[in-house]
């Protein structure tokens, strides 16, 4: 069962991009939005709080939550990690898979994924096509102590969707590095790009709220297309 300041949040969310609040610029109050979702105040609070983290809204203190006039549409938000699939929802999203195998985890996956070499592993790879346009060549391992099963229907959609369709498993975690480098000879066709040219890599650990690392992924975009939202504080 999803969480209620979960349910609250996308129909939050929902409202804001149909444009329900435009004439005021902000969100009613707590006490209106706990009339109008029919939930609790501690569940608005907490909806309310992923809202503004993910920089949907922005809080005054003594003035409300106001929506934030920030662009955001086809960029990666490094607020919050929920997947291709969520962040590209307004587009025509795609997915190729190049590869799928049940692999055992080398020194160095092991390595990097804190497990034991050998531990069974999911092996991905995917192309991401946002409009007709490559987006992102994803290379991932998963670990199938924790990912029991996966298929090509799975894969080629949302793997994300798949995993906290089960309530038992809660993402909590995920640590993200970006780095510069250039495309192998296999990544510029995969992106339609040219070998050497420039690309922005993300190196992704998922781990539960328990603390389980279940997924290793390296992400290569395509320069050409790639943005990323960073919202920051003036401290």
């Not at 949040?9 to 109008?36: H, M, N, Q, S, V």
């Not at 066709?189 to 781990?207: I, Q, R």
């Amino acid at each position: 069962m999803t969480a209620k300041y979960k349910v609250v949040e996308a129909a939050l969310e929902r409202d804001l991009i149909e444009g329900k609040f435009d004439d005021i610029r902000k969100l009613p109050t707590e006490d209106e939005l706990i009339e109008i979702y029919k939930v609790s105040r501690n569940t608005i609070r907490r909806a309310v709080d992923v809202m503004a983290r993910r920089g949907m809204i922005m809080p005054i203190q003594g003035s409300g939550m106001f929506l934030r006039d920030v662009f955001q549409e086809g960029c990666v938000n490094l607020e919050v990690f929920r997947g291709m699939t969520d962040t590209f929802k307004n587009n025509r999203l795609e997915t190729k898979v190049i590869a799928f195998d049940q692999i055992f985890a080398n020194e160095e996956i092991a390595k990097a994924m804190r497990c034991e070499i050998g531990t069974p592993m999911f092996y991905l790879e995917r192309v991401r096509i946002v409009d007709g346009i490559p987006n992102c060549f994803e290379y991932s391992w998963l670990n199938r102590n924790y990912i029991p099963y996966l298929n090509n229907e799975i894969i080629t959609n949302s793997v994300y969707e798949f995993i906290t369709s089960d309530p038992k498993k809660k993402i909590g975690y995920v640590d993200r590095v970006i780095t510069a480098r250039r495309l192998t000879e296999k990544e510029a066709k995969m992106l339609s790009l040219k070998e050497g040219d420039p690309a922005l890599v993300s190196t992704n650990c998922a781990m539960f709220k328990a603390g389980e690392l279940f997924d290793y992924s390296i992400n290569v975009h395509n320069f050409e297309t790639v943005k990323f939202l960073k919202l920051s504080n003036f401290a």
